[in-house]
DNA sequence: GTATACTGGTTGACATATCAACTAATTTTC
DNA sequence: GAAAATTAGTTGATATGTCAACCAGTATAC
């Protein structure tokens, strides 16, 4: 029997967005936006290419988001000074204020998605599903496909 | 130390959509499309209501795609004789003439993903994900955020 | 040093999905 | 059986994301 993987990640990713779209009202963010404060909590500063990177979202997503975030007060982007094509994005005190709150709730999904669940097949699973992301990382389907 | 599953998913979402698009240009169809298809080779004939419920999809997106499979030769639609709200989907010759080759298609992307993954492992990941869907299908966001 | 190629970011066009409002058909309530 | 509630499907507004084209700045080639 086959299994396709691509019908339950699809769901569990729209119903993430469902979730998090209601969570994070109160914060005036949406499921959107927050993926980049959560890696800002942990490497604040860095440009906007490497959040497009390490989120693989493309840039042109990733511009309307963190100006979005910009206009919200949740960051300030500043030039490199060295290679002024760089935008460096920082956490507003906003931003550092309610970061606790925020990755309650963004901690709370995983939490209520693995519920029940033995700690050795959470982990598994996360392992599994990030050597997947690193997969993806070396396709290239757009020339790959056209056979 | 936390973990955090929405990226993974999210990105794996995101990727699979990309590879979708190049993998079915062939065939006319888009990312949003095959899962109905998918699903309509396993049931032929199920109304537009069971596909949204399967997939997890908006009722509005479903009828968006179903219209659009229908302009493009893959699917035909009749209402229901005895309950006349009802849409039954049929799949077309072409859909079924094509169905080995976008099975393929869909499957090897589930293939990739999971390459080198002993079958133990894989089986553990589907299940598990598995459950995590039928966890989401039991909560209620919109309600239960208000906190 | 100038021409060429590449990189980071923005913008416009489009695809995908949700939500809310609506219609039409059916079921429930009384 | 008529009024009210529910259900299946459609449509409009909006959010999210990709791709392509573009600009400006940087790096490479010669």
Redesign the interface.
């Known amino acids: 029997m086959?299994?396709?993987?691509?019908?339950?990640?699809?769901?569990?990713?729209?119903?993430?967005q469902?979730?998090?779209t209601?969570?994070l009202?109160e914060f005036n963010l949406t499921s959107a936006e927050y993926?980049f404060l959560?890696y800002l909590y942990k490497q604040d500063g860095i440009t906007q290419d490497n959040l497009s990177s390490y989120?693989?979202?493309d840039k042109a997503a990733t511009a309307r988001s963190i100006k979005s975030l910009e206009q919200k007060g949740y960051i300030t982007r500043s030039k490199d000074t060295k290679d002024k094509r760089c935008n460096h994005v920082y956490l507003t005190p906003l931003a550092k204020e309610t970061s606790e709150d925020i990755?309650k709730?963004?901690?709370h999904?995983?939490e209520?998605?693995?519920?029940g669940?033995d700690i050795e097949?959470?982990d598994?699973?996360?392992c599994?599903?990030?050597?997947?992301?690193t997969?993806?990382e070396q396709?290239n389907?757009?020339t790959e496909?056209?056979d």
Request: charge should be positive; charged fraction near 20%; aromatic fraction near 12%.
């Open positions: 086959k299994k396709h993987i691509g019908r339950v990640l699809s769901i569990l990713h729209r119903q993430s469902i979730y998090f209601h969570a009202k993926p959560m989120l693989y979202i990755k709730r963004v901690f999904w995983s209520l998605l693995t519920e669940m097949s959470t598994l699973i996360y599994m599903l990030e050597t997947m992301v997969k993806v396709m389907f757009k496909t056209e």
